[in-house]
């Protein structure tokens, strides 16, 4: 066998051992939020593949940040595989908070004060809305998948999904501003070969979506939000 040969063989293991590309792109129709309605920005959604008739191998734990900074937590929205950390540091001037007693894995940071941060593990596969408890404006989603075929659209709204074996897959769709059940509407079997696959584009109606105001996390509607130049830890 020539170098040559030894080289192409070489490569096309390397390939076959990496998997293959899914790839599809969402689009958002019927929404009032003005980035989608002005620039067709379609990011924030996430898609996944679970294996059909095997078991996915498991995703390796990996670890996240999720900033606090101008009452916001940024990014809004973060997909991580089963078992990561997600570490909420506090890079605003005033005290934050960051808990969650939704469907998921609650958890509640404390109080914790400017330049400091919390970490959080999350165990629990599922959809975890976290919140801040003194602001009410503050809220963010993070997806823990026990998947590791999964993506989240950037604002071309374009999906790929890497190194996924040749098979059979559910596809599964999360997005923040959608009805759950026709989120499940639109999950659906999709064949992945050795040259990959790609799906045609995934429409997602936000016509149904209503912003409902959340409590604070002891089930109780906010107080006024603070003034923070007098809250601990805010400006003097």
């Not at 603070?226 to 830890?233: I, L, M, Q, R, T």
Request: contains cysteine.
């Amino acid at each position: 066998m020539t170098w040559r040969s030894l080289i192409s063989f070489s490569l096309f293991a390397i390939a076959a051992a990496s998997g293959a590309e899914f790839r599809t792109r969402v689009e958002l129709t019927d929404s009032r939020d003005s980035a989608v309605r002005k620039k067709r920005d379609y990011s924030g959604v996430v898609v996944w593949l679970e294996p059909l008739n095997s078991k996915a191998a498991a995703p390796a734990p990996r670890t996240f940040t999720m900033e606090q900074r101008g009452k916001r937590f940024l990014p809004h929205l973060l997909a991580v595989p089963l078992g990561s950390t997600v570490d909420f540091p506090n890079l605003d001037p005033i005290y934050h908070n960051a808990f969650s007693n939704f469907a998921g894995q609650p958890f509640d940071t404390g109080l914790y004060r400017p330049g400091t941060s919390q970490k959080v593990t999350f165990r629990r596969e599922g959809v975890v809305r976290v919140f801040c408890n003194i602001h009410s404006t503050m809220s963010a989603v993070i997806v823990v998948l026990r998947t590791p075929y999964f993506a989240v659209s950037g604002a071309d709204g374009a999906i790929r999904i890497g190194d996924v074996p040749p098979g059979e897959y559910r596809l599964h769709v999360f997005h923040e501003r959608a009805d759950a059940e026709l989120l499940n509407r639109l999950g659906s079997k999709v064949t992945v070969g050795d040259g990959g696959a790609e799906a045609p584009a995934i429409r997602i109606s936000e016509a149904g979506f209503l912003s409902m105001p959340h409590k604070n996390k002891y089930g109780n509607d906010y107080p006024p939000e603070p003034n923070d130049a007098v809250y601990p830890g805010g400006r003097k």
